[in-house]
C-alpha cells in the first residue's frame, strides 16, 4: 500500500520568541532545520516496517515561538493479509507517527478523515477503499515515559467480481453440468465422454488457476 501523506508539526520554543515592534513588525521568519531543536518522528506501518520523517529543510518560526513544519511524505508498505475469507476478503493497514527521544508527552491533535478526500483516492485494479480511521495509541506505560501517537487504520477490499467471473462462475457451472448427465439417453453412450470432458476440463481449469 502506498500512501500519500502530508503531515503539519508544531511546537513552541520559547527562546526564539521575540517582539515584533522590535524588529519592523516583522512576525515570520525562516531558518534552517539545521540550526534550531526539532522533534524527530518515525512512521510505523503495519507491525515490523519504519521510516524516518525527515522535516523539511526550512522551518517557519512565528514571533510566540512557534516552529511550524509542513511537507507531504510517500509512504509505501506490504500489509499482512489474512486468506480466510478470499476473495471476499477485507484487509486493514495502519500508519503510525511515533516521536523519537522526547522528553515530554507531546500534544496530538488529529483531524477525523474527511471522506470528500475520496475522490483523491487512486483506485488500483484490485483493491477499494472502504473506511479510514484513528485512534490515540499509548506506548508501554511501564517505561519512564509514555508517548501517545496516532494510528491510521485503512481499510481495503478485495474487487472481487474478476474472481467471481473467473474462478467461482465457471467452477459453479461445471458443478450444475456434471448432473446433467442423467438427462442424456442411455442409447447415445455419450454419458462417458461427457463426464470425461467435464473432469478434464475441471482439471485443466483448476490446474490454470
Same mark, same amino acid.
Given at each position: 500500500?502506498?500512501?500519500?501523506v502530508?503531515?503539519?508539526?508544531?511546537?513552541?520554543?520559547?527562546g526564539?520568541a521575540w517582539?515584533?515592534?522590535?524588529?519592523?513588525?516583522i512576525?515570520?521568519?525562516?531558518?534552517?532545520?539545521?540550526?534550531?531543536?526539532?522533534?524527530q +518522528?518515525?512512521a510505523?506501518?503495519?507491525?515490523?516496517?519504519?521510516?524516518?520523517? $525527515?522535516?523539511e529543510?526550512?522551518?517557519? =518560526?512565528t &514571533? %510566540?515561538?512557534?516552529?511550524?513544519?509542513?511537507?507531504?511524505?510517500?509512504?509505501?508498505?506490504?500489509?499482512?493479509?489474512?486468506?480466510d475469507?478470499?476473495?471476499f476478503?477485507?484487509?486493514?493497514?495502519?500508519?503510525?507517527?511515533?516521536p523519537?527521544?522526547?522528553?515530554?508527552?507531546?500534544?496530538?491533535?488529529v483531524?477525523?478523515?474527511?471522506?470528500? +478526500?475520496?475522490?483523491?483516492?487512486s483506485?488500483g485494479?484490485?483493491w477499494?477503499? $472502504?473506511?479510514?480511521?484513528?485512534?490515540? =495509541?499509548? &506506548? %508501554?506505560?511501564?517505561?519512564p515515559?509514555?508517548?501517545?501517537?496516532?494510528?491510521?487504520?485503512?481499510?481495503?477490499?478485495?474487487?472481487r467480481t474478476?474472481y467471481?467471473?473467473t474462478?467461482?462462475?465457471?467452477?459453479?457451472l461445471?458443478?450444475v453440468?456434471?448432473?446433467?448427465v442423467?438427462?442424456?439417453?442411455?442409447?447415445?453412450g455419450?454419458?462417458?465422454?461427457?463426464?470425461?470432458?467435464?473432469?478434464?476440463?475441471?482439471?485443466?481449469?483448476?490446474n490454470?488457476?
Amino acid at each position: 500500500m502506498t500512501v500519500v501523506v502530508y503531515l503539519i508539526v508544531s511546537w513552541k520554543q520559547l527562546g526564539v520568541a521575540w517582539n515584533p515592534k522590535d524588529y519592523h513588525d516583522i512576525d515570520v521568519i525562516f531558518v534552517d532545520t539545521a540550526s534550531l531543536w526539532h522533534p524527530q +518522528l518515525m512512521a510505523i506501518m503495519g507491525d515490523k516496517d519504519s521510516i524516518l520523517m $525527515e522535516l523539511e529543510e526550512t522551518l517557519t =518560526v512565528t &514571533s %510566540d515561538g512557534w516552529v511550524n513544519s509542513s511537507r507531504p511524505y510517500y509512504l509505501s508498505s506490504a500489509c499482512e493479509i489474512a486468506f480466510d475469507k478470499y476473495p471476499f476478503d477485507y484487509q486493514t493497514c495502519s500508519i503510525g507517527f511515533y516521536p523519537l527521544g522526547t522528553q515530554f508527552k507531546p500534544t496530538i491533535q488529529v483531524k477525523n478523515p474527511d471522506f470528500t +478526500l475520496k475522490s483523491l483516492y487512486s483506485r488500483g485494479g484490485e483493491w477499494m477503499l $472502504e473506511n479510514v480511521s484513528f485512534s490515540i =495509541v499509548t &506506548s %508501554d506505560e511501564s517505561l519512564p515515559i509514555s508517548v501517545v501517537f496516532p494510528r491510521y487504520n485503512f481499510t481495503v477490499r478485495r474487487q472481487r467480481t474478476y474472481y467471481v467471473i473467473t474462478i467461482i462462475f465457471p467452477m459453479v457451472l461445471t458443478s450444475v453440468m456434471i448432473p446433467l448427465v442423467f438427462l442424456i439417453p442411455s442409447e447415445t453412450g455419450e454419458k462417458i465422454s461427457y463426464l470425461v470432458a467435464i473432469f478434464t476440463s475441471c482439471a485443466i481449469f483448476l490446474n490454470f488457476i
